[in-house]
């Protein structure tokens, strides 16, 4: 944990970390994230959501504990050079007959060194009853509940500096049933872990809210309980204004993922409305086959972009200060780690987790910026040079210290040729 902010004469440590070219933050948090999606980038790359889902479904149904473990390493690795401390990962596919893949993901993260928040995903609502997945990757609904319920009791910590802290997340309201999304919320609540699932991405899903249940995707979320502090969405684009206050009055968290919004053409989130409103927004990378990347100070960039350019195509002339670049890392930084309901992480001060990320401002792409911090927010981010996740450098001279990152290039990359098939 850290002890002591300050200037002057360092006190006495073990260990010195001494980088007078960097500007140190607290380390980024990752709101939103499909970790094995790693390993199925670039495909339908200019599909909407439901035409992208619809062709990556068959290609999910092969994955593996062996190329769910290569993904997330990827991903992970990918998330630490680039900034990021704490990550969620919100994994949904569990095809029949292929066991540990949760257990994979919880082993990654701690052999990379970085602190983690897996989601028990699921799916259960299969096209042969009027969902969007094809019925052979969907599960049956008790032994859903039965596997979060397992993996709470297995991985999830509760105390402040907490590695791993499990959270229940049925997919999306147009793959699971209304009954497994309550039956889900009781869960959690009974156990104290936190709610997590797709929201408001698309017009598609819009439609199908109303075409199958009579409810907007927010109204439909407030019917089956799934609103509050314990709860935050991912994506929050297509909300009206009465519900960007609802969303705000009851505490539910957005996690914004700029870059995979606009990859899938699926909307730019009201993120200005939101923060004003006083929604915890946080950031995501979202997962890699609609992002290509896990850059987290990257989405910081993006999102500042999109909001400025929301703001414009309303016909604002104060649209630059639409999102200010202390604002983005904020979002980047303390707003995800209020949406993963941690407030030990997301800002550097005594009693808070030692999370920090160097970005180095000397190189090429940084060097006599005047204002280094929304610098930073302006340019194309670079690799982090020093990230230390409680306490322990995971990341020095810009390389990956816990893992061999080109082992993980070519496992990932086999892994890919290998769901290819
Ligand atoms: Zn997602």
């Given at each position: 944990?850290v002890?002591?902010?300050?200037?002057?004469?360092?006190?006495?440590?073990?260990?010195?970390?001494?980088e007078?070219?960097?500007?140190?933050?607290?380390?980024?948090?990752?709101a939103?994230?499909?970790?094995?999606?790693?390993?199925?980038r670039?495909?339908?790359?200019?599909?909407?959501?439901?035409?992208?889902?619809?062709?990556l479904?068959?290609?999910?149904a092969?994955?593996?504990?062996?190329?769910?473990?290569?993904?997330?390493?990827?991903?992970?690795?990918?998330?630490?050079?680039?900034?990021?401390?704490?990550?969620?990962?919100?994994?949904?596919?569990?095809?029949?007959?292929?066991?540990?893949?949760?257990?994979?993901?919880?082993?990654?993260?701690?052999?990379?060194?970085?602190?983690?928040?897996?989601?028990?995903?699921?799916?259960?609502?299969?096209?042969?009853?009027?969902?969007?997945?094809?019925?052979?990757?969907v599960?049956?609904?008790?032994?859903?509940?039965?596997?979060?319920?397992?993996?709470?009791?297995?991985?999830?910590?509760?105390?402040?500096?907490?590695?791993?802290?499990?959270?229940?997340?049925?997919?999306?309201?147009?793959?699971?049933?209304?009954?497994?999304?309550?039956?889900?919320?009781?869960?959690?609540?009974?156990?104290?872990?936190?709610?997590?699932t797709?929201?408001?991405?698309?017009?598609d899903?819009?439609?199908?809210?109303?075409?199958r249940?009579?409810?907007?995707?927010?109204?439909?979320?407030?019917?089956?309980?799934?609103?509050?502090?314990?709860?935050?969405?991912?994506?929050?684009?297509?909300?009206?204004?009465?519900?960007v206050?609802?969303?705000?009055?009851?505490?539910?968290?957005?996690?914004?993922?700029?870059?995979?919004?606009?990859?899938l053409?699926?909307?730019?989130?009201?993120?200005?409305?939101?923060?004003?409103?006083?929604?915890?927004?946080?950031?995501?990378?979202?997962?890699?086959?609609?992002?290509?990347?896990?850059?987290?100070?990257?989405?910081?960039?993006?999102?500042?972009?999109?909001?400025?350019?929301?703001?414009?195509?309303?016909?604002?002339?104060?649209?630059?200060?639409?999102?200010?670049?202390?604002?983005?890392?904020?979002?980047?930084?303390?707003?995800?780690?209020?949406?993963?309901?941690?407030?030990?992480?997301?800002t550097?001060?005594?009693?808070?987790?030692?999370?920090i990320?160097?970005?180095?401002?000397?190189?090429?792409?940084?060097?006599?910026?005047?204002?280094?911090?929304?610098?930073?927010?302006l340019?194309?981010?670079?690799?982090?040079?020093?990230?230390?996740v409680?306490?322990?450098?995971?990341?020095?001279?810009g390389?990956?210290?816990?893992?061999d990152?080109?082992?993980?290039?070519?496992?990932?990359?086999?892994?890919?040729?290998?769901?290819?098939?």
């Amino acid at each position: 944990m850290v002890v002591e902010v300050g200037t002057g004469r360092p006190p006495a440590a073990d260990e010195m970390v001494d980088e007078p070219n960097c500007v140190a933050m607290p380390g980024l948090v990752n709101a939103h994230d499909h970790m094995y999606q790693w390993a199925t980038r670039g495909y339908v790359p200019d599909g909407t959501l439901f035409e992208w889902l619809r062709a990556l479904y068959p290609v999910w149904a092969r994955i593996d504990a062996g190329t769910v473990g290569a993904a997330a390493r990827a991903a992970m690795a990918r998330l630490l050079l680039s900034g990021c401390t704490l990550s969620t990962d919100h994994h949904y596919v569990f095809p029949a007959g292929r066991p540990d893949i949760f257990e994979t993901l919880v082993e990654a993260a701690k052999e990379l060194g970085l602190r983690f928040h897996p989601c028990r995903g699921s799916m259960s609502l299969g096209e042969s009853k009027g969902g969007l997945p094809p019925d052979s990757v969907v599960e049956d609904e008790d032994a859903i509940l039965a596997a979060s319920e397992d993996a709470i009791r297995r991985f999830n910590d509760p105390i402040p500096g907490s590695m791993c802290r499990v959270v229940v997340a049925p997919c999306s309201p147009f793959s699971v049933t209304p009954q497994l999304m309550r039956d889900s919320a009781e869960l959690a609540r009974r156990h104290g872990v936190r709610l997590h699932t797709h929201l408001a991405e698309t017009l598609d899903e819009e439609r199908f809210c109303i075409g199958r249940f009579g409810r907007r995707p927010v109204e439909l979320m407030e019917d089956l309980g799934w609103t509050g502090d314990d709860v935050w969405y991912a994506h929050g684009i297509h909300l009206n204004d009465a519900e960007v206050h609802r969303v705000a009055a009851a505490r539910t968290g957005v996690a914004h993922c700029p870059s995979s919004n606009m990859r899938l053409g699926a909307g730019a989130c009201r993120v200005e409305d939101l923060l004003h409103a006083g929604v915890r927004v946080g950031l995501g990378v979202d997962g890699a086959a609609s992002n290509e990347d896990a850059n987290l100070a990257m989405e910081a960039h993006q999102a500042l972009l999109l909001a400025r350019l929301r703001a414009a195509m309303l016909g604002r002339d104060d649209a630059p200060r639409a999102l200010e670049a202390r604002e983005a890392w904020r979002m980047a930084t303390q707003g995800g780690a209020e949406c993963l309901g941690r407030d030990d992480c997301g800002t550097l001060e005594a009693g808070k987790c030692a999370d920090i990320a160097c970005f180095r401002v000397d190189d090429l792409a940084h060097a006599g910026v005047a204002d280094l911090v929304a610098g930073l927010a302006l340019a194309p981010p670079a690799r982090a040079q020093t990230v230390i996740v409680g306490g322990r450098v995971v990341v020095r001279g810009g390389r990956l210290l816990t893992a061999d990152e080109e082992v993980i290039t070519k496992e990932v990359a086999a892994a890919s040729v290998r769901l290819r098939g």
